[in-house]
């Protein structure tokens, strides 16, 4: 664990929250640590057919010089294009370093735990591409093609200057997009400005990083002695055997944000930069392409002051190491100067990832900080291949360097574990980055105590996945199920945050509540799959509730959601200390009575003085626990009581005056003589002859279900007649015989205390019991259509039905038990709507956190917009590393031209001879090539011939150019790499 203290946690301090990363060997940052901790060298070596079919001359292979090795990238053609809206012929043309690195951007998004779509603050991007060899190899030599006529789109799909913000057009980024290119450093260039930009406020989080894919892949180079290049394909850097690198492919990305806010937010945090600085080495030295001892060492020194650490506390140097007999001096001396303040030697272990792949060119900085963040995860330092004896101009042994050979546990003197980043580029532009190891526990809880209490966890866990397609929804889930298998001690509830939080929503979607990380790998595993919903991107779901009434109550309902949800218990605390004065009793203590005064607490809630405001106070508390969850009603239907509960949330009555009305109600009808209630399976037709005078149509529930209200005498008379014609009829939990005639006493002193209050004008819609339309305004306000709704019939039947027109609400029961719920599927079995239960049937032994979540998990299923922030608030949440989306990729690749590969071989060999090329007296050329043109074109008068000539003279320059360039291109590629 990090000995952050109070103090070290610096403004300043940038987190490292996300990573992604392909690289020769490992396509993601776990097979990458891997690799380096086991030591493994992920070159190739090719054969003679492999590099034949990737077009090398044959003469070329028999050369004595030529080098049969690289560092590969496998599929670098296929590309998930139908994921980012992208066409098959953009995608064929589009340069296949952004494809990827626009894949890899997504997933370093996801690994963070974000989702770009809903993340409030400004995200920016800030990288760099290596040399487009696919334009030179493959597109170039078909730009005759039909396919490729539109030039400004081949520009646009392969110009360096495209990268970044192509990325933030896809993934709808809005913070600063900008191209680096500093040659080799400017992968760690990217990150030194991305975190800048962070400390400056530009954005509030950073993608920063590089790729550089070498094509084709598969093909050797030409050993020349006292160039970049190894003689026989390995990187052996500071050994006295060192002659060179090799070149690579790969990239990577890391996602940063201030560290604190990274704290507050519960992000994962991988690491912290602690300081980064960026210079050139000018003029003073050899050449422009030589490096320099004070550049380096001065841009060394300027990120450890920055960081506001010591230079032996730095226990780590992750170097730009290319293994030249040249270059590594040259870094060691710049190290051992930018170190000078330390009397200790032998103390800070040095190492290069370029001797397990190559170098990667403009992805080799971000390279070295993913190894050295993964050193810092696992506390251990990866060894440094091909070692054995120092380079002899470099005196390790009065320096405070050694070369690692070994994976050795990364031991700690009582301070952060702390790293330096070296990436050093052509041209001279010098990056270093000062990177410590994450804060810990202790020290992120002291900071995030300060934005939210945690009030535990739930029961259980509801978990959404969704992708674009079918199948990849089958193989997230797969993943899933796989890493939680792998991982059996991390936090579900944490996983269940990622996932809601940290996961674009797409059309095909899976839930599953579970309540460990053993039964999610079950559910995810399972046969018998998981709830599955393809959404219409048109669909427009809207929410109807759907508030029961007496009859539904029983003791302890929704008792697990008051102890797990605190909305759910601030809403029944504050309603129950509301009603308290008015009832003589605290309700919580009929409501969730201790286990011995359950008999009690039961016999109570039958008292309709109580039964009335207890349904109130549960449904209401339920109600508006679903709307802090985003779940908003776009109409209500109440029964009877329900009703009073939909009024309020749309604003007829205050919360305090419909209590204060409930309770009356209650009170008023449990003075009146008792009564009974029967609901009998028959139509409202069918059931008017069965009723005399002490018989009354309290409700039409259904186009076969009524109730009938009565004296008990009269009751009990209709149920044995109707047994006796074979009708099971039931009778209902209630007092007394409400919507009858025995109501009559009360109706005048309810109505007086009805208009006693100021009754609003709704804000949702919600339907009449008493109409069995919508209600309307004046109805609404007027107290006498209280008064009327207490006596008269309850025609949910036909309130349902009109909620059902047009069909397409999905409907929620906001309550105890699935009265309505059974109702309303009865009712609308030809168009089957979505209907949902808030709270258990009091015969069911179900969790009522787990039926609440798997009403949401239903919801968020058929395309409701859940307000995850509002479903965590409550709880401190942390976001956790799952894995990521699983592209399906195809292969979109154009050829190259045999032919003129063929016209490049003989190039190549015409020169094995002779020196490398010049560049820059070359490059001059093109340029005095491009003015003559120029003043030729001004001899011309016609406007059509200048168009002719202008073509002809650009398409000349064009192929001179990219003659040049594929000549040079094994020589540029390579020597850049110094």
């Known amino acids: ?48 057919r492999e590099l034949l079919s990737s077009g090398v001359d044959s003469e070329l292979l028999s050369h004595p010089n030529y080098v049969k090795a690289g560092g590969v990238l496998p599929d670098i053609e296929l590309f998930d294009a139908a994921f980012f809206d992208i066409s098959a012929r953009e995608a064929e043309i589009l340069d296949p370093q952004q494809r990827l690195f626009l894949e890899n951007a997504w997933t370093a998004l996801e690994s963070a735990g974000y989702d770009a779509k809903t993340y409030s603050g400004s995200i920016g991007v800030y990288a760099g591409v290596g040399m487009n060899t696919y334009l030179l190899h493959n597109l170039y030599a078909n730009l005759n093609s039909p396919d490729l006529a539109a030039a ?24 600063p997009s900008v191209n680096v290119q500093t040659a080799c450093s400017t992968s760690l260039v990217a990150v030194h400005l991305a975190c800048q930009s962070l400390l400056n406020g530009e954005c509030d989080m950073a993608l920063a990083g590089g790729v550089s894919i070498r094509i084709p892949q598969k093909v050797g180079y030409l050993y020349q002695e006292g160039m970049i290049l190894s003689p026989d394909g390995h990187c052996r850097a500071f050994d006295a055997q060192a002659q060179g690198t090799i070149g690579s492919s790969g990239l990577g990305i890391v996602v940063l944000k201030r560290l604190e806010d990274a704290i507050a937010d519960g992000d994962c945090i991988h690491a912290a930069i602690k300081g980064s600085a960026i210079n050139n080495d000018g003029a003073v030295k050899v050449g422009y392409t030589a490096p320099s001892v004070d550049g380096q060492a001065s841009a060394i020194a300027e990120a450890q002051a920055i960081a506001g650490v010591a230079p032996d506390t730095v226990t780590y140097i992750a170097a730009h ?58 506390k251990q330092i990866p060894p440094s291949l091909h070692f054995e004896q120092p380079n002899p101009e470099i005196d390790f042994t009065n320096s405070p360097f050694y070369v690692n050979t070994q994976l050795q546990e990364w031991k700690t003197n009582g301070i952060p574990r702390r790293a330096g980043v070296s990436s050093f580029g052509i041209g001279g532009t010098n990056a270093h980055v000062v990177v410590e190891e994450a804060p810990g526990e202790s020290q992120k809880s002291k900071v995030k105590s300060q934005n939210c209490q945690d009030t535990g966890e739930r029961p259980c866990h509801l978990l959404c996945l969704s992708a674009k397609t079918a199948n990849a ?80 109550q029983y003791v302890n309902m929704g008792r697990e959601v008051y102890e797990t949800e605190p909305r759910f218990r601030q809403q029944v605390d504050e309603c129950c200390e509301m009603l308290q004065p008015l009832l003589g009793l605290d309700l919580r203590s009929i409501l969730y009575p201790h286990d011995s005064q359950t008999a009690t607490a039961t016999a109570q809630l039958q008292q309709t003085a109580l039964t009335q405001p207890a349904i ?12 802090s969850w985003g779940v908003r009603p776009v109409a209500a239907l109440g029964h009877s009581i329900g009703e009073y509960v939909a009024a309020t949330i749309a604003g007829v009555f205050s919360l305090e005056e419909a209590l204060s009305l409930v309770a009356a109600r209650g009170q008023l009808m449990q003075q009146l003589p008792a009564g009974k209630m029967l609901a009998v399976p ?65 109706l005048v002193p309810f109505g007086q205390r009805v208009e006693q209050v100021r009754l609003q004008v709704p804000q949702i819609p919600f339907l009449s019991n008493v109409t069995g339309t919508w209600i309307t305004t004046e109805a609404a306000t007027d107290p006498s259509y209280w008064v009327k709704h207490l006596r008269h019939t309850v025609r949910f039947a036909h309130g ?55 009403s949401l998990g239903q919801l968020w299923l058929h395309g409701v917009k859940v307000d995850w922030q509002g479903f965590y608030r409550p709880q401190r949440r942390s976001r956790l ?27 190549i060999r015409n020169r094995t001879q002779t020196s490398s090329p010049n560049i820059e007296l070359q490059n001059s050329s093109v340029v005095e090539s491009l003015d003559d043109s120029t003043d030729a074109l001004d001899n011309f008068t016609g406007v059509e011939d200048k168009q002719n000539f202008s073509e002809l003279a650009i398409e000349e320059i064009l192929d001179r150019q990219l003659d040049l360039m594929s000549q040079q291109l094994d020589f540029v590629h390579n020597i850049k790499s110094g």
Not at 618 to 625: I, S
Not at 887 to 894: C, G, L, S, T
Request: proline fraction near 6%; aromatic fraction near 6%; charge should be negative.
């Open 152 to 175: 400004f789109q081949l520009a646009i799909a392969n110009d360096k200057d495209f990268l970044p913000t192509r990325i933030s057009y896809k993934l709808n980024l809005k913070g």
């Open 800 to 854: 349902l039905q009109q909620l059902m027109q047009p069909p397409g609400h999905i409907l929620l029961e906001v309550g105890a038990g699935t009265s309505l719920s059974t109702l309303a599927r009865r009712q609308a079995q030809a168009s089957k709507p979505v209907v949902l239960s808030s709270l258990r049937h009091p015969q069911q032994q179900q969790s009522d956190v787990a039926l609440l979540l798997e």
């Open 682 to 746: 028959l139509g409202e037709a069918q059931v008017l002859p069965l009723l005399d005078e002490q018989l009354s149509l309290a409700a039409v529930n259904a186009p076969n279900t009524c109730v009938v209200s009565g004296t008990k005498e009269a009751i009990e008379n209709l149920q044995q007649r109707l047994s006796a014609q074979g009708i099971e009829s039931r009778l209902l939990h209630t007092s007394h015989a409400f919507h009858s005639p025995m109501m009559a006493a009360v």
């Open 473 to 552: 929804l089958e193989k997230a889930s797969a993943n899933l199920a796989h890493h939680l298998g792998q991982h059996p001690e991390v936090n579900l509830a944490d996983v269940a945050y990622t996932l809601a939080i940290g996961r674009q929503a797409f059309d095909h979607r899976r839930t599953v509540v579970v309540r460990d990380g053993k039964d999610a790998v079950t559910a995810l595993e399972s046969a018998a799959p998981a709830p599955v919903v393809r959404l219409d991107g048109s669909q427009q779901p809207a929410v109807a509730f759907l508030f029961p009434g007496q009859g539904t």
């Open 616 to 627: 109130f106070v549960v449904e209401y508390a339920l109600a508006q626990l679903w709307m």
């Open 321 to 378: 190491g290319t293994g030249t007999p040249l270059g590594d001096p040259i870094e060691i001396a710049a190290l051992t100067q930018a170190f000078a303040t330390s009397t200790q030697q032998k103390f800070c272990a040095i190492g290069s990832v370029k001797t397990n792949f190559g170098h990667l060119d403009a992805a080799a900085g971000v390279a070295s900080l993913i190894e050295t963040v993964l050193a810092l995860k696992h």
């Open 1 to 48: 664990m990090s000995k952050y203290s109070l103090d070290s946690l610096n403004q300043t301090d940038i987190a490292i929250i996300g990573m992604s990363c392909r690289f020769p060997g490992a396509d993601n940052p776990d097979a990458f640590w891997q690799n380096l901790r086991d030591g493994v060298e992920s070159i190739s070596v090719f054969s003679d």
């Open 881 to 907: 590393p799952l894995p990521t989306y699983p592209f399906e990729r195809q292969r979109f690749w154009v050829e190259p031209d045999p032919d003129n590969n063929r016209d490049r071989q003989l190039s």
